[in-house]
């Protein structure tokens, strides 16, 4: 072997090895591994929020998925921002916050009804009720009509985490402690709790007439959506605004009948979102007018028949009526909802 073939096959071994050192150091880093994309909290010390883990051009693969499956549906704002560089993918955690958004007041209820205040503390089961509108009756809304309300989110400023990761991803209640050791959280935290909460809902029964899911993907949560509605749908979210007394500035528009997909954003380190059609469902848009003169187009979801409820589900206890007549309410600026769309033209 020639002394000019030895060096170079020298200096090709240098540089495979200098390359995979490299990748090795870079993979700890951002809790990449040879076998999956994620973030491995044995190995990796966890900062309190991490903004972006994978590279940022990951984003317009799951942006493609979109359009892909929903050619004539245009990205709503509660989706746009987290398929933008920096922001897509991330996970925190801190997201046992005490936002008070609609889906945390409902969830907060529920723990105070099981708690067994049902039998008899109405003091603190009162003290759960939100003191803004979220619920009203299907007809009580008018121009004029005047109401406080408070349009907040989740709270939790993650985006979705691709498929294949999300999938590696333990989520069930039986997993548990395997997700807690995973995101590196003690198990008597605040977070630990809100994990079994929001992993529990998903695993309660369907009420009559329900058909839910919980997504953990981008890619999930269209499929679900699309395998229900089609792909000639409209997906819909409410504006954010702050809490003021606000005034039904117009007539309630109907735009989606006794057919939708809702999706809340849940507490979680990354962007999980219950998902649910309910049968004889409507949707509604309320154009609102603040006090301070903010306009804000609210999407709302009306319950057409609510015989089926549990006769404690918050919104009884709030509207005073009992099971049957049709409940509306008002949705978190980051729920989505999916109704039909109406143009034949673009039916598949």
């Known amino acids: 072997m ?23 150091t870079a993979a700890n880093t951002i809790g990449v591994t040879h076998k999956t994309v994620a973030v491995a909290a044995d190995n990796v010390p966890f900062p309190k929020k991490v903004a972006t883990f994978l590279p940022s051009d990951i984003s317009p693969l799951t942006e493609k998925y979109w359009y892909s499956r929903l050619p004539n549906t245009p990205l709503p704002k509660a989706l746009e921002y987290l398929l933008q560089p920096g922001h897509y993918p991330s996970i925190t955690r801190e997201f046992a916050n005490e936002n008070v958004s609609a889906a945390v007041i409902q969830r907060k209820y529920r723990r105070v009804y099981k708690r067994g205040y049902k039998r008899g503390d109405k ?12 619920f ?3 007809n009580d809304l008018h121009p004029d009509k005047k109401m406080k309300i408070l349009f907040t989110d989740s709270g939790t400023k993650v985006s ?11 989520f069930s209640s039986d997993k548990i402690p395997e997700i807690l050791k995973y995101f590196a959280l003690e198990v008597n935290s605040k977070e630990a709790q809100v994990i079994r909460e929001e992993i529990g809902g998903c695993e309660e029964p ?5 058909d839910k899911y919980c ?22 979210s409410t504006e954010a605004g702050k809490k003021q007394e606000y005034t ?7 735009i989606g009948d006794h057919k939708a997909a809702v999706c809340h954003k849940m507490r979680y380190p990354y962007a999980v979102h219950y998902c649910h059609v309910i049968a004889d469902t409507e949707v509604d848009e309320v154009p609102l007018m603040g006090a301070d003169g903010t306009r804000v187009k609210a999407v709302t979801v009306c319950h057409l028949n609510t015989s089926a409820w549990s006769p404690d589900h918050m919104a009884f206890q709030v509207l005073k009526i009992k099971p049957g007549p049709a409940v509306c309410h008002f949705l978190d600026s980051d729920t989505l909802v999916w ?4 143009d034949k033209k673009l039916t598949p």
């Open 215 to 236: 997504a953990t993907s981008l890619e999930s949560l269209i499929d679900f959506s699309v395998e229900r509605l089609g792909q000639n749908v409209r997906v819909l």
């Open 2 to 24: 020639s002394l000019a073939r030895s060096c170079a096959l020298l200096l090709l071994f240098f540089l495979t090895v200098s390359l995979y050192t490299t990748f090795s």
């Open 339 to 342: 109704v039909p769309n109406k």
């Open 206 to 210: 369907n009420m009559e007439g329900e």
């Open 248 to 254: 039904v500035s117009a007539a309630v528009k109907m």
């Open 123 to 134: 003091k603190s089961l009162k003290s759960a009720l939100p003191d803004s509108t979220i």
């Open 160 to 170: 979705f985490l691709p498929r294949q990761v999300a999938e590696s991803i333990p």
């Open 136 to 138: 009203y009756q299907y």
